[in-house]
């Protein structure tokens, strides 16, 4: 494979540097005091820190956070396989409008094809959501999971990740929440009754262009928080809130990497940012991540917390229904419209600077 299809190459100005910036600064969390006390009895340090982590980076990484290693390494390698068969046995799980789960090769990222393969699983096994994206519709739809034959182990190694995962998200946005100098569990009714999480497995094959495609083009994740687990290859970038500067992610074996998405943003009326981030890819070595993102109920209306909102600081963003957020991008997916995805800009109020 030389010649790479002109759908996958970036504009100039976002192709990948050649040299590469490491992330000294993205902050590392021992979660160790999680492991025998809840987050609202823990040490105020580990606020601190995780207030910190959130206003300068929007992302950190933890460690002691309790799921055992061999979860993580039996989903890649179940993923691993699933991933090496021809693409006629893939394609039998492929993703379309009528099943919108499972394995997919052709995501753009402002408009842009990324350099990937992924297989989507859901969590909660019917997910409800709402059928269309029209705002009068008021239809509903259940996601359910499509599994392969091969690799055999791949279902249970999902959920048995999973379990763990949802756990751990729950925990650090309880976390978020007292940083916030919110109540621990501020956020768990908008999750409580019918979550819309999701976990991707994401496969980038080696490239023979990789100063010209990226893994994933720049973005910003649309959900509450992310929580990523990355094999030891590394490609992910994060832009800098003080430069602008893409910080390349050094892979830590037995870290996850947390970051806040658009939600938290808008919860927290841009006290907390959602930070765009990317993935290179390099011509010799595959890679996998697994993001589990983690996503309130179809029927949540997202806006900024009347905690966290005055006189001196209003709400920054009308209220909008999550469903339909999500249900508008699924369709941009399926239809590649030639326009820009909807965004949480798009629901700024009108006295704010837009972008
Ligand atoms: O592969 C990675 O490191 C990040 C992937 C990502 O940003 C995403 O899937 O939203
Ligand atoms: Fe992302």
């Known amino acids: ?32 005091p999680l492991l025998t006390s809840s987050p609202a009895d823990v040490h105020a340090d580990l606020v601190a820190q995780v207030r910190d ?5 929007g992302f950190f990484q933890v460690f002691n956070h309790g799921i055992p290693v061999e979860s993580r390494g039996k989903l890649i390698s179940a993923a691993k396989r699933f991933f090496d068969q021809p693409m006629e046995e893939k394609r039998k799980v492929r ?4 099943h919108p789960l499972g394995y997919y090769d052709t995501e753009h990222t402002k408009n842009v094809r990324d350099w990937k393969e992924v297989f989507d699983v859901t969590v909660d096994v019917p997910t409800l959501m709402w059928a269309s994206h029209e705002p009068d519709d008021e239809q509903m739809t259940e996601y359910l999971n499509q599994w392969p034959h091969h690799p055999p182990e791949l279902r249970e190694a999902c959920e048995e990740y999973v379990k763990d995962v949802e756990k751990l998200s729950y925990k650090l946005l309880e976390l978020i929440a007292l940083s916030l100098n919110l109540p621990a569990n501020r956020f768990e009714p908008f999750f409580s009754k019918g979550q819309t999480s999701f976990i991707r497995l994401n496969h980038y094959p080696p490239c ?14 649309a959900i509450a928080l992310t929580i990523l687990t990355q094999d030891d290859v590394g490609g992910l970038e994060v832009k800098r809130k ?12 037995n870290t996850f990497i947390i970051n806040v998405g658009d939600m938290i943003q808008v919860w927290s009326n841009d006290k907390y940012e959602s930070v765009e981030h990317r993935v290179m890819v390099n011509s010799t070595r595959e890679r996998f991540s697994i993001p589990f993102f983690l996503c309130p109920s179809y029927y949540t209306m997202v806006e900024p917390l009347v905690e966290l909102t005055d006189e001196q600081n209003p709400a920054k963003y ?8 999500f249900a508008t991008r699924k369709r941009s997916n399926f239809k590649k419209l030639d326009v820009e995805n909807i965004q949480i800009y798009h629901f700024k109020k009108s006295n704010e600077l837009k972008g």
């Not at 003080?242 to 074996?253: A, C, L, Q, R, S």
């Open 208 to 221: 023979p262009a990789p100063d010209l495609a990226l893994g994933v083009g720049r973005h910003k994740d």
């Open 1 to 32: 494979m030389g010649e790479v299809d002109p759908t996958f190459i970036q504009q100039l100005e976002h192709r990948p540097k050649l040299e590469v910036i490491e992330a000294q600064g993205i902050p590392q969390i021992d979660l160790s």
């Open 53 to 57: 982590a959130c206003e300068n980076w």
């Open 242 to 253: 003080t430069d602008g500067e893409w910080i390349f992610v050094k892979p830590i074996p």
């Open 318 to 325: 009308d209220s909008y229904n999550w469903g339909k957020f």
């Open 95 to 98: 993703r379309d409008e009528a």
